[in-house]
């Protein structure tokens, strides 16, 4: 259950600070978002990412924990990546319109 709980938290954390970015906002979106919901995204983001830390460090302990947590981190960041390469590739062979 832990591992499944701090890989949503990653998740949730990595989309969260990508949102935040200007170039993602402007891709996705087609402009960039206010500088206040720019600002939650990035403080949602980060406390995902540090509840995550938290769960796993209280689950196995700071040596153990902190390799989880890299692992975790490694794997969610590299599905948000490609989640948006496969995003700006669906919209580049969309047809724009006139």
Do not use: E, N
Not at 1 to 7: A, N
Not at 10 to 37: E, K, N, W, Y
Not at 66 to 76: A, E, Q, Y
Request: glycine share 14%; net charge positive; with cysteine.
């Amino acid at each position: 259950m832990s591992h499944l709980l701090t890989f949503v938290l990653c998740l949730v954390g990595f989309t969260g600070l990508a949102l935040a970015m200007d170039r993602q906002q402007h891709d996705l979106i087609g402009r960039s978002l206010p500088g206040s919901a720019t600002l939650a995204l990035r403080i949602a983001g980060t406390c995902a990412l540090l509840l995550a830390l938290g769960v796993l460090v209280a689950w196995r302990g700071w040596g153990l924990g902190l390799v989880m947590f890299s692992g975790h981190t490694s794997l969610t960041a590299g599905i948000v990546h490609c989640t948006l390469i496969g995003c700006m590739r669906g919209y580049a062979r969309s047809p724009k319109p006139r």
